[in-house]
């Protein structure tokens, strides 16, 4: 939002390709009028309900056995219901919004990020790694 490039700027970027990319929403979309934004509809979604600002076709709910185990050859077979999964979504929504934050000083540093998305990968992947630093702005993985 200021006139000099950042690493704050670069985390912002960051937070709303990846909410982008969750929703399937561009920050331009013409839902987004008045003080309606991207970031601000990624943050109303409701913990309980959070599958449905998914854009549909992230996981295709017939493929998500093979997603899943393509990630790094790791088989897992799980379905988009799996409350791993919910969990792991939940979490990058929740990276995503910490990191499209408005201010640049209620960002998390780059490493935070990075330390998030092993955690979140890990739990994906049911290597069992949950301990670690959360984010200043996120409750990224409940400890």
Same mark, same amino acid.
């Given at each position: 939002?200021?006139n000099?490039?950042?690493?704050?700027?670069?985390?912002?970027?960051?937070?709303?390709?990846?909410?982008e990319?969750?929703?399937g929403k561009?920050?331009?979309?013409?839902?987004?009028?008045?003080?309606?934004t991207?970031?601000?509809?990624?943050?109303?979604?409701?913990?309980?309900?959070?599958?449905?600002?998914?854009?549909?076709?992230?996981?295709?709910q017939?493929?998500?056995?093979?997603?899943?185990?393509?990630?790094n050859?790791?088989r897992?077979?799980?379905?988009?219901?799996? #409350?791993? %999964?919910? =969990?792991? @979504? $939940?979490? *990058?929504?929740?990276?995503?919004?910490?990191?499209?934050?408005?201010? /640049?000083?209620?960002? #998390?540093? %780059?490493? =935070?990020? @990075? $330390?998030? *998305?092993?955690?979140?990968?890990?739990?994906?992947?049911?290597?069992? /790694?949950h301990?670690?630093?959360?984010s200043k702005?996120?409750?990224?993985?409940?400890?």
């Open positions: 939002m200021g000099e490039a950042s690493t704050a700027g670069d985390v912002y970027s960051y937070g709303i390709l990846l909410l990319m969750l929703t561009r920050p331009t979309d013409g839902m987004f009028t008045d003080s309606l991207l970031h601000k509809f990624a943050k109303m979604a409701p913990p309980e309900s959070v599958e449905n600002i998914f854009n549909p076709t992230l996981i295709p017939g493929q998500i056995g093979e997603a899943c185990k393509s990630i050859g790791v897992n077979q799980s379905s988009l219901n799996s #409350p791993k %999964i919910h =969990e792991c @979504l $939940i979490s *990058l929504l929740q990276v995503g919004i910490a990191c499209s934050e408005e201010r /640049a000083t209620d960002r #998390p540093d %780059i490493n =935070e990020v @990075l $330390i998030d *998305l092993h955690k979140i990968k890990n739990i994906l992947l049911g290597n069992g /790694a301990e670690g630093r959360r702005n996120s409750s990224v993985i409940n400890e």
